[in-house]
T-cell receptor
Framework: GAVVSQHPSRVICKSGTSVKIECRSL??????MFWYRQFPKKSLMLMATSNEGSKATYEQGVEKDKFLINHASLTLSTLTVTSAHPEDSSFYIC??????????FGEGSWLTVV | QKEVEQNSGPLSVPEGAIASLNCTYS??????FFWYRQYSGKSPELIMFIYSNGDKEDGRFTAQLNKASQYVSLLIRDSQPSDSATYLC??????????FGDGTTLTVKP
């Protein structure tokens, strides 16, 4: 079964609203989780590193005020897309590293902003 | 040099043949390797992951990892038209970050 669970798998929201995506490590504690996004006709790109108990580290060009990341516990990181717009429609996926440095990916979330 | 390189293709194979997809990476400290399949307009889906040198088989899919040569490949046996998709290679480092290749488009012709 999945060791990293991502929810929701699909979400539709209205333009201007906010939407939250959760990433949970089920069998291990993850001090660090990662969020990725796929742009149209492109591969997936790292958006940010989520650090438990501290601020996330964002990659260059990613708006931290728009993509809020919270890593409140050792098993949960959330990505909130604030004031979503149609151009934010994308596939978002998270990953987590367990203590043995093995990486596990969530199942991904497909966001559609209408 | 890109961190993860894949031949963009398109790679075309006849139905029933073996499709071989290759991926090279630059970070020698990489520990985790993934293959995703993405149909046009759909979400990527994980089809294989491999963490140790050697081969890993799952049905018609075999992932091969050679850390010394820094490449990971995906073999698809008895290719079917339904295997036609873009295949993304992802490489994860010790630090936990993963880098995705740009993908290889595979076309399996009936």
């Amino acid at each position: 079964g999945a060791v990293v669970s991502q929810h929701p798998s699909r979400v539709i929201c209205k333009s201007g609203t906010s939407v939250k995506i959760e990433c949970r490590s089920l069998d291990f504690q993850a001090t660090t989780m990662f969020w990725y996004r796929q742009f149209p006709k492109k591969s997936l790109m790292l958006m940010a590193t989520s650090n438990e108990g501290s601020k996330a580290t964002y990659e260059q060009g990613v708006e931290k005020d728009k993509f809020l990341i919270n890593h409140a516990s050792l098993t949960l990181s959330t990505l909130t897309v604030t004031s979503a717009h149609p151009e934010d429609s994308s596939f978002y996926i998270c990953s987590a590293r367990e203590w043995g440095n093995t990486i596990y990916f969530g199942e991904g979330s497909w966001l559609t902003v209408v | 040099q890109k961190e993860v390189e894949q031949n963009s293709g398109p790679l075309s194979v006849p139905e029933g043949a073996i499709a071989s997809l290759n991926c090279t990476y630059s970070d020698r400290g990489s520990q985790s390797f993934f293959w995703y399949r993405q149909y046009s307009g759909k979400s990527p889906e994980l089809i294989m992951f491999i963490y140790s040198n050697g081969d890993k088989e799952d049905g018609r899919f075999t992932a091969q990892l050679n850390k010394a040569s820094q490449y990971v490949s995906l073999l698809i046996r008895d290719s079917q038209p339904s295997d036609s998709a873009t295949y993304l290679c992802a490489v994860g480092t010790n630090a936990g970050k993963s880098t995705f290749g740009d993908g290889t488009t595979l076309t399996v012709k009936p």
